[in-house]
């Protein structure tokens, strides 16, 4: 039995019923233009085809079927599938997929990147960045290493720089004569020529003297530069004489 009725639209809508204690009650069931209370609805016949299609590639897998039938039946189901669900659906950035998905299609590389995916070119400015960065260069521009806090250091000792320097007391004997401009921490005076003299010896043109005996040496610390030493014979005789040092730099 059926029920007449109308639907929004005011067209006619026929919905299938079953007596109940002499009652027709409706079944909730849309009859199709036959008039018969199969099931018919809107999507039936894309899901038909789907079932279709899959029912092929089964009977292919079965070994029912030749290798051109089951790309057709693959073939067959994508194009229901299509049919059933949009592209958008599909993928979250649209490709257009007119037919069966195609090689370039299904590669990753047809895919969108992700927000903030590295590149190609941004991955060669990284490397290319890195040796740069590497090499003996000013501290500013070096890379920073953090050895580990429980690495063993080995330092090397600094070998200290000497430089010869030589000295002659002036013709005036009490006149006092600065060594040459030397930079240095030390100054190491080797009063040990053959004709030796006593030499008194003060620092920075002023204040007491030291007195360096004939045969000996006196190493004085704390200075800049070698000139900051002034000497002359300690018997302030007018007779020149030559005596040598040593200017070290740490």
Not at 29 to 56: F, H, R, S, V, Y
Not at 150 to 177: C, F, M, N
Not at 197 to 203: F, G, H, N
């Amino acid at each position: 039995m059926t029920i007449k009725t109308k639907d929004r639209d005011d067209a006619d809508l026929d919905i299938s019923s079953k007596p109940v204690a002499g009652v027709e009650v409706p079944q909730n069931i849309l009859l199709n233009a036959a008039g018969t209370t199969a099931i018919d609805p809107a999507t039936a016949g894309k899901q038909d085809d789907a079932i279709a299609a899959l029912d092929g590639i089964a009977d292919a897998l079965a070994g029912r079927a030749t290798e051109e039938t089951l790309a057709a039946g693959i073939a067959a189901l994508l194009s229901a599938l299509g049919d059933l669900l949009t592209n958008t659906q599909l993928r979250a950035s649209a490709i257009a997929v007119t037919g069966p998905l195609t090689d370039e299609q299904l590669r990753a590389s047809a895919l969108p990147l992700p927000t903030g995916a590295a590149t190609q070119a941004t991955l060669a400015a990284v490397l290319g960045a890195l040796p740069a960065s590497l090499g003996a260069k000013a501290g500013a521009a070096s890379l920073s290493v953090v050895p580990a806090s429980d690495a063993v250091h080995v330092t090397k000792e600094r070998v200290p720089t000497v430089v010869i320097v030589s000295l002659q007391t002036a013709a005036a004997g009490a006149t006092y004569t600065a060594f040459a401009d030397q930079a240095c921490d030390m100054l190491d005076v080797v009063n040990t020529a053959p004709a030796a003299v006593d030499l008194e010896v003060r620092r920075g043109g002023a204040g007491n003297t030291i007195i360096v005996p004939a045969g000996s040496s006196r190493a004085f610390v704390g200075l800049a530069n070698a000139n900051q030493l002034q000497v002359r014979r300690l018997d302030q005789s007018n007779a020149q004489v030559t005596f040598t040092g040593e200017a070290i730099t740490a």
